[in-house]
């Protein structure tokens, strides 16, 4: 038997904080909880990034809630990846019965029931916030690891952005892309404009590029692309001292991976460029959950790996912190492992000698104890219990603490398409995001050039019967290839989405 006495002193210590903090449970020690050990974790730190992992049922999913809403408690506002659409009944208040009676009498914690604040999001057509971004936001760059292109493409791209910024060609959606590709290589003007003071562009690059565009539209990036262009400002929501809990819902996430890997690089890469530094101000300005995250490091190229590693280590000091919610430690790249501060490990299952190797590599990442035996412990862990390990103020880890977690306050389950309807149809943001503005852009200033173009040739020309060559731009669109492009992409679409993702960056 462990001694309690010690237990309580050093471990209350540890888990006490000077400034303000947010409370997940309480601490427990040879299967009975301890109540005077309040496993709180300091504000300050929740920028360090987290993981929150356990295998199927055994919690995670409410640990997540109960982590957003003691967030919303404090006025922090979240992001919320829900990909497998089961979050948002925190928009609705929770109601008591005996098993969460029973759970806050052990822990002898105050249980009220109520809602939060949340905010529907959509990338996809669904009900809610519709997320946008323009062309010229993402910039040649970004814009080209989305579309997978190699540094030929890529200086093709570049090229178009700088012609189209210095003849004043605004690229709002992918339709001005492809209207400026077909101008600068089939119009007789602009072909020898481009040539003349850019470079031209090879017909195999322009197929390859355009197959790119293609495949990124059959995923519904033409929804994506275009404006109202999305202010990652309207992230930072407060509603009556609460922080507004967004919720992105994304189940379609191994049906349309390049779209939401372009997603997921324009926000990380809009909010590096746009928030300030915050140094250390106390508590995060936001932060973001993303669930179910080992099919994102599945489906993920190596780009946007290599951006999300590069993300976390820098976006903290914009005082944002990304949690991951996955199934075991090792879903997560160790490069990206090794920056999360915040451990919330519910139980893992060791049936198989893979289990077991992911269980011991598991508790080789906790602090030393002498509290637990965390090997066995670890595969016995109830339903609402976790290890925690945390990152105190002083950003030292905390000692590990077999966790009796509270229940969430909300409602443990999902909105019906009714509360749906009437939560989205009460947004402010839903109204200034759900109607399309369609100003005249790049498609609409070419189309016009060279429809006068065609006005002002000489009636002779116009009147003589020729034989009219197609331009590289249609020849490529109406080839063999282009024609079944779209045919190929449906048929060999479980192999498109195993591993022939792109990705991208978000925007201004």
Known sequence: MADKAKFIQELSTRYTTKGESITLGKGMLDGDVVTEVEVKIP??????????????????T?????????????????????????????????????IITERYAKTQL??????????????????????????????????????????????????????????????????????????VTDNPQGKADLSNNYGSIAPASLGAILRSIVALEQQGAAQFFGEPSFDVEDLLQQRDGKGVVNILRVGNIQSKPQLFSTFM???????????????????????????????????ASKTLLAQIETMVKLIRSKGVGIYFITQIPGDVPENVLSQLGLKIQHALRGFTAKDRKEISKAVENYPITEYYKADELIQNLGIGEAFITALDEKGIPTPLVHTYLISPESRMDVLNDAEVSDLTSRSALVAKYEQ????????????????????????????????????????????????TFTTTLAREGAKFVLGMLGLGGRKR
């Open 43 to 60: 504000l300050k730190t929740i920028n360090r990034h987290g993981l929150i992992a356990g295998a199927t049922g055994t919690g995670k």
């Open 62 to 98: 409410k640990t997540l809630q109960v982590f957003a809403e003691q967030l919303s408690h404090a006025g922090v506002p979240s992001l919320v990846l829900d990909i497998k659409g089961d979050f948002s009944g925190i928009a609705e208040p929770g109601s008591e019965n005996s």
């Open 110 to 183: 105050p249980y009220q029931p109520q809602a939060f604040p949340v905010e529907l999001m959509t990338i996809s057509g669904e009900k809610g916030v519709k997320l946008r971004a323009t062309v010229s936001e993402f910039g040649p760059l970004l814009l080209s690891k989305i579309l997978e292109l190699n540094d030929t493409q890529q200086s093709i791209i570049s090229i178009v952005f700088k012609y189209c910024d210095d003849k004043g060609l605004p690229l709002i959606d992918l339709d001005d892309l492809k209207k400026v590709l077909q101008y």
């Open 265 to 299: 690089l324009s926000l990380f890469a809009e909010i590096y460029m746009n928030f300030p530094e915050e140094g250390d101000s106390g508590k995060p300005k936001l932060v973001l959950f993303i669930d179910e995250a080992h099919l994102i490091f599945n489906e």
């Open 436 to 483: 399309t503005v369609n100003k005249d852009s790049a498609y609409e200033m070419l189309a016009s050039r060279m429809e006068q173009a065609v006005q002002n040739a000489e009636p002779t020309l116009k009147s003589r019967p020729v034989k009219e060559e197609p331009g590289v731009f249609e020849s490529v669109m109406k080839s063999r290839a282009g024609r």
